[in-house]
C-alpha cells in the first residue's frame, strides 16, 4: 500500500512538473548587440526603453499593447501615433513612464515594474551606459534583448523582426511580415541593379529652419537606402562616424541631382520640415516649400527642376523604412519605377500588419518651376 502511494505521489509530481515545461518555454537567442539571451516565454510584462518601437513590436503582433508595462522615451514617439494607439487601447495611456530624468530608461524604475522582458533599441555605436543598463538587468533576473532599425536598419530589419517574433512567440507572423518586406526590398534591388545612372542626392537629415546646411549621413541609417534605392549619397565619402555637418561650400559645389529633407511633427516649431502620422499633404508640402527657400539649399538645382523632396524621419527608426526604399527608387528612377506605387505598399501593411494604421503625408515633393 505505501509502495503504491509512493509511485502515485511521484507520478502526480512528474505531471505536475510536465505541466509547468509546457506552459513555461525557455529560448536562447541572439540580438542585435550579439548578446546571447535566455529568454523565458510566454513573456506577459515588457518593458520598452523607446516608446515608439511599440509601432515595432505590433508587426509581429497586434495585440503586445496589452503586454506593456512601462515604457521611457514618449517624447520621441509621433503625438498623433501614439494617440491612435491610446484610442484602441485606452490603459497605453496610464502605462508608467521610466525615464530616469533625461529621457533614457531607469534601472530602478524598471526593475520595481517586474518585467518578464525589456528590449532595448536606439543608439549607433558602442554605447557603455546601455551595456551597463543590460548588465543591471541581468544581475536582477530580467532579460533584456536589443533590436536596431536605426543604426544599420538596411541590414538589421529583418533579423530584429525575426527576434521580435522569437521571444514574442510570434514567430509565424514575424515569418510572414519577413518574406513581405524581402519581395518588397528585393524588387527595389534587383532592378536597380539593371541601372547605370546614379543621380546624387543630398540627405538632409532633421531639416530645420533654424539649423545651418546641412547634418547628413554616411552610410549609417538612410545613408544605405539611397545607395539601394539606386543614389549617390554626397555625404557618403566625406563624413566620418554616421553623421556630420556638410560645408555649405561642399554642398554647393556638389549641387546635387535631387535633395531629401527628413523631419517630423517635432520640428514644426522651428520651421522644419513635417511629415508622417497626422500630417496633411498641405502641411508637409508648405514646410518643403520654406526648407527650400533657405540660404544655400535654395540655391541648388534641385529645388527648381522638381527633385526636392520631404521624408518622415521615423521612417528610420521601424520596419516601416521599405516604405522608404520604395519612395526613394520612385523619385531617382521615375520611369523605371512607375509602375512602383508607395501608397498601396503602407496600404497593405495598414491590412496586413498593424493594428492602428499608419496614416498621414510622410513624404512630398516640389513641383518643377
Known amino acids: 500500500m505505501k509502495r503504491t502511494c509512493l509511485l502515485f505521489r511521484i507520478v502526480v509530481g512528474l505531471l505536475i512538473l510536465t505541466a509547468g515545461r509546457a506552459s513555461a518555454d525557455e529560448i536562447t537567442v541572439?540580438?542585435?548587440?550579439?548578446?546571447?539571451?535566455?529568454?523565458?516565454?510566454?513573456?506577459h510584462?515588457?518593458?520598452?526603453?523607446?516608446?515608439?518601437?511599440?509601432?515595432?513590436?505590433s508587426f509581429v503582433d497586434k495585440a503586445v499593447i496589452e503586454r506593456v508595462v512601462g515604457v521611457a522615451g514618449i517624447g520621441q514617439f509621433d503625438p498623433e501615433a501614439r494617440r491612435a494607439y491610446e484610442a484602441l487601447h485606452p490603459s497605453f495611456a496610464s502605462v508608467p513612464q521610466l525615464d530616469d530624468g533625461s529621457?533614457?530608461?531607469?534601472?530602478?524604475?524598471?526593475?520595481?515594474?517586474e518585467p518578464d522582458l525589456v528590449i532595448m533599441s536606439?543608439?549607433?555605436?558602442?554605447?557603455?551606459?546601455?551595456?551597463?543598463?543590460?548588465?543591471?538587468?541581468?544581475?536582477?533576473?530580467?532579460?533584456?534583448?536589443?533590436?536596431?532599425?536605426?543604426?544599420?536598419?538596411?541590414?538589421?530589419?529583418?533579423?530584429?523582426?525575426?527576434?521580435?517574433?522569437?521571444?514574442?512567440?510570434?514567430?509565424?507572423t514575424a515569418s510572414e511580415f519577413v518574406d513581405f518586406y524581402r519581395e518588397h526590398r528585393q524588387r527595389v534591388v534587383?532592378?536597380?541593379?539593371?541601372?547605370?545612372?546614379?543621380?546624387?542626392?543630398?540627405?538632409?537629415?532633421?531639416?530645420?529652419?533654424?539649423?545651418?546646411?546641412?547634418?547628413?549621413?554616411?552610410?549609417?541609417?538612410?545613408?544605405?537606402?539611397?545607395?539601394?534605392?539606386?543614389?549617390?549619397?554626397?555625404?557618403?565619402?566625406?563624413?566620418?562616424?554616421?553623421?556630420?555637418?556638410?560645408?555649405?561650400?561642399?554642398?554647393?559645389?556638389?549641387?546635387p541631382d535631387i535633395y531629401i529633407g527628413?523631419?517630423?511633427?517635432?520640428?514644426?516649431?522651428?520651421?522644419?520640415?513635417?511629415?508622417?502620422?497626422?500630417?496633411?499633404?498641405?502641411?508637409?508640402?508648405?514646410?518643403?516649400?520654406?526648407?527650400?527657400a533657405m540660404p544655400v539649399l535654395s540655391e541648388l538645382s534641385a529645388m527648381h527642376n522638381g527633385r526636392a523632396h520631404g521624408l518622415w524621419h521615423n521612417f528610420t527608426n521601424s520596419p516601416l523604412n521599405i516604405v522608404a526604399l520604395e519612395v526613394m527608387a520612385t523619385w531617382f528612377h521615375p520611369e523605371a519605377f512607375s509602375d512602383l506605387d508607395p501608397n498601396e505598399t503602407v496600404r497593405e501593411i495598414n491590412t496586413r500588419f498593424l493594428p492602428v494604421p499608419f496614416e498621414g503625408a510622410a513624404w512630398a515633393s516640389l513641383p518643377k518651376e
Not at 529621457?103 to 515594474?113: F, H, R, V, Y
Not at 548588465?135 to 521580435?164: E, M
Open 45 to 57: 510584462r515588457i518593458v520598452l526603453a523607446e516608446a515608439r518601437q511599440l509601432v515595432s513590436l
Open 103 to 113: 529621457g533614457n530608461l531607469s534601472a530602478e524604475l524598471t526593475i520595481a515594474q
Open 262 to 292: 527628413t523631419g517630423g511633427r517635432h520640428l514644426a516649431n522651428s520651421n522644419g520640415i513635417v511629415a508622417g502620422p497626422g500630417i496633411s499633404e498641405t502641411e508637409a508640402l508648405s514646410s518643403l516649400r520654406a526648407i527650400a
Open 122 to 172: 536606439g543608439h549607433v555605436g558602442p554605447d557603455p551606459r546601455r551595456e551597463a543598463l543590460m548588465d543591471t538587468f541581468a544581475a536582477a533576473g530580467i532579460a533584456t534583448v536589443f533590436i536596431d532599425f536605426r543604426a544599420d536598419p538596411y541590414d538589421n530589419t529583418i533579423p530584429s523582426v525575426a527576434l521580435l517574433g522569437r521571444v514574442l512567440g510570434t514567430e509565424a
Open 30 to 43: 541572439t540580438d542585435l548587440a550579439g548578446r546571447t539571451v535566455t529568454v523565458t516565454r510566454p513573456v
Open 190 to 255: 534587383e532592378r536597380v541593379a539593371t541601372l547605370s545612372d546614379r543621380p546624387t542626392v543630398l540627405l538632409h537629415m532633421q531639416a530645420s529652419g533654424e539649423d545651418r546646411c546641412c547634418t547628413s549621413p554616411s552610410s549609417a541609417n538612410l545613408g544605405r537606402f539611397i545607395r539601394e534605392a539606386g543614389g549617390t549619397n554626397i555625404g557618403e565619402n566625406v563624413v566620418r562616424g554616421a553623421f556630420a555637418q556638410l560645408t555649405p561650400e561642399y554642398v554647393l559645389a556638389q549641387d
